[in-house]
């Protein structure tokens, strides 16, 4: 039986340009834009970053009200949190302005404990104004 599959099996010969090509697996291999290095990575990233740049997006503050974008800046902050900052470390970057414009970032926000404390504070005002709006 094997002398049968043994001619069906053909053997071709390496092409004569053949050449064995050796590797030295110990040192990076670089080819075209490639990076290697974790460093070359973020670098890379850098630079797009730079040459896209993050924009806000307006329509970010119609899903979300709190939001607050300064043109000049090129920040965003929450008016939750900026009005009621006594309540919250005044370092915070929805406080003091975050240029990190990223819809993941706004996304995120909401369900922090500073927002969630600001956000009670601002809807107990909110009560409370109503109520006396309401007597008078």
């Not at 404990?113 to 008078?136: L, M, N």
Request: hydrophobic letters at 25%; proline letters at 4%; glycine letters at 4%.
């Amino acid at each position: 039986m094997q002398k049968s599959l043994d001619s069906f099996i053909r053997k071709r010969p390496p092409p004569e340009s053949y050449e064995e090509e050796t590797v030295d697996h110990e040192k990076p291999q670089q080819t075209g834009t490639v990076l290697n290095t974790t460093e070359d990575s973020q670098k890379c990233y850098e630079e797009k970053w730079k040459e896209e740049g993050r924009t806000f997006h307006q329509e970010w503050r119609k899903v979300f009200s709190w939001l607050q974008f300064n043109k000049s800046k090129q920040t965003m902050s929450c008016s939750f949190c900026h009005e009621f900052s006594s309540l919250n470390d005044k370092s915070t970057s929805f406080i003091t302005g975050s240029q990190a414009l990223h819809i993941g970032n706004i996304k995120a926000h909401p369900s922090s404990h500073k927002h969630e404390t600001c956000y009670a504070a601002k809807q107990q005002i909110a009560k409370q104004e109503k109520g006396s709006r309401d007597i008078v």
